[in-house]
């Protein structure tokens, strides 16, 4: 059972442009929410992060939004660049009190090719 | 990646065998993950270390073992190792209990025949 899903295996956005990649989630007890962002051949590497009683958080190009109701979250990269060509994870922490303790799970992950 | 090493990189053990995967961070972090990824999904938390001293499973922490042998180092044992447990292994560090993981390693791609 895939508690955090990431529906779009891929996703093709012109330099410039904004890129928005998806998640949906199922378990309501996920109170913090991250993105991750994975270069080939390298682990991952914190991008940023949203606690459930916010709606949106901002940090510089990139701004992930959060509706509760829907169970989705979105992160938004604007301007897209193409060294933003990466494969993007979204993850969520159960009962973390508006901050995470690493017990992550995980989306299946969106690969994103921003082309010059 | 800065600050998490992780050692080897690849190996290719056979059915039954054991072997521990190695990591360290520079960073003086206080916590520490491993997790594991397959094909096609995220990343799955095997065990973590939320402080020197202490240890806890994660989501599938079956076969497999973990030591924290310091404030630096935490290592992941497969006793004996299963074609399953094929997958690309990182580990992660975090400042402190109650901090998101920043730092991961790059990786080690196991495969078991």
């Known amino acids: 059972d895939q508690q955090v899903k990431q529906n779009s295996p891929s996703l093709s956005v012109q330099e410039g442009r904004i890129s928005i990649l998806n998640c949906d989630y199922t378990?309501?007890?996920?109170?913090?929410f991250l993105w991750y962002k994975k270069y080939p051949a390298e682990g991952p590497t914190f991008l940023i992060s949203?606690?459930?009683?916010?709606d949106k958080n901002e940090d510089g190009r990139f701004t992930v939004f959060l509706n509760k109701s829907a169970k989705h979250l979105s992160l938004h990269i604007v301007p897209s660049q193409p060294g933003d060509s990466a494969v993007y994870f979204c993850?969520?922490?159960?009962?973390?009190?508006?901050?995470?303790?690493?017990?992550?799970?995980f989306g299946q992950g969106t690969i994103l090719t921003v082309h010059p | 990646n800065a600050g998490v090493t992780q050692t080897p990189k690849f190996q290719v053990l056979k059915t039954g065998q054991s072997m521990t995967l190695q990591c360290a961070q520079d960073m003086n972090h206080n916590s520490m993950y491993w997790y594991r990824q397959d094909p096609g999904m995220g990343l799955r938390l095997i065990y973590y270390?939320?402080?020197?001293?202490?240890?806890d499973k994660g989501e599938v922490p079956n076969g497999y073992n973990v030591s924290r042998l310091n404030k630096r180092e935490f290592s992941l044992r497969l006793e004996s190792a299963a074609p399953s447990q094929t997958s690309v292994y990182f580990c992660?560090?975090?400042?402190?209990?109650?901090?998101?993981?920043?730092?991961f390693g790059d990786g080690t791609r196991l495969s078991i025949l």
């Open positions: 993850a969520a922490d159960a009962n973390a009190g508006g901050t995470s303790y690493g017990k992550l799970t």
């Open positions: 378990n309501s007890m996920f109170d913090y």
């Open positions: 992660a560090s975090s400042e402190r209990w109650g901090r998101q993981p920043q730092h």
């Open positions: 949203i606690s459930s009683i916010k």
């Open positions: 270390s939320a402080s020197e001293g202490t240890t």
